[in-house]
């Protein structure tokens, strides 16, 4: 049977204050697009058959057995107009570590047809009105969190309450891959 996955950088060090903050914005919008999801900073969505789940658990493992921890910095809330998402952003620091793991995953997985995300933010709410937008931005004006990147996350949709719940976590074994040198017979 196909399901929805997701991966991506999760913390339960950040799951409570941001709950808070998402509380917060329902008491004053109601009910919206995000207001129930564990925060978390998403790397890509696809759907795939269950046969296919253990290979994809062994490639996101060997993938992130290379990767070493880092702390990721949550300075400043922003929005994408377009899409109605209001968001708390990463440092500079934090998008120079966090992007170029997200493109390898996406590297590592591209035989799925992957939607990607090439942008690392914490969603607060998505497909917001405008005029939520203005209040969220409103309200909102200051933010400072920090996590240990030290994982991945892979998430499987429940239809039935339409959240994501952790299936399996892949933890940074600081294992950079040997770099292949070509050698020579003679």
């Known amino acids: 049977m196909e399901k929805t996955y997701s991966v991506v950088f999760y913390s339960k060090s950040v799951v409570e204050p941001v709950k808070k903050l998402k509380d917060f914005l329902r008491s004053k919008i109601e009910w919206y697009n995000s207001c129930n999801s564990e925060a978390h900073i998403t790397i890509c969505e696809f ?34 107009p377009n899409s109605g998402a209001f968001f708390i952003g990463v440092t500079k620091d934090s998008k120079n570590n966090l992007v170029p793991i997200m493109k390898k995953i996406h590297e590592t997985l591209k ?26 931005s409103e309200l909102f004006t200051k933010i400072d969190l920090q996590f240990e990147c030290n994982e991945i996350v892979l998430r499987e949709f429940d239809p039935k309450i339409k959240q994501f719940f952790v299936l399996d976590a892949f933890p940074f074994g600081s294992n950079p891959e040997p770099e292949f040198v070509q050698g020579s017979l003679f």
Do not use: M
């Open 111 to 136: 035989s799925l047809n992957l939607k990607k995300s090439d942008n690392p933010h914490l969603s607060i709410g998505r497909r917001l009105t405008p005029e939520n937008l203005k209040i969220a």
């Open 47 to 80: 759907k795939i058959d269950e046969s296919q789940l253990d290979s994809i658990k062994q490639k996101l493992s060997k993938i992130s057995d290379t990767f070493t921890p880092f702390k990721v910095s949550l300075d400043h809330f922003d929005s994408f």
